[in-house]
């Protein structure tokens, strides 16, 4: 999270244009290693933008939300974070 300020992180997952919260949140979701784990900030930020991706009536949005929440959970169980 080096490369962009926190601040337009933010901004970008509450933007009004699903297009942009959905890359926000890849950003976030896709990274080079999957089994490094999600810093404090960045799990802030992706409940984030899950909680303004899923406040959309658009099925296309929701599905890509869906897609991106998948890999999420995928990191989280490979690194461990994740009790199943």
């Known amino acids: 999270m080096n490369v962009i300020d926190q601040q337009q992180l933010t901004f970008a997952l509450c933007h009004s ?3 942009v919260k959905l890359a926000a949140l890849a950003l976030l979701a896709e990274s ?6 999600f810093t404090p900030i960045e799990m802030t930020s992706l409940l984030t933008g899950f909680k ?3 406040d959309t009536e658009a099925p296309a949005t929701c599905h890509l939300a869906i897609s991106i929440l ?3 959970i995928r990191k ?7 009790a199943y």
């Open 17 to 19: 244009e699903d297009e």
């Open 76 to 82: 989280l169980v490979n690194c461990k974070m994740f």
């Open 52 to 54: 303004y991706c899923c």
């Open 70 to 72: 998948k890999k999420v």
């Open 32 to 37: 080079r290693k999957t089994t490094e784990p």
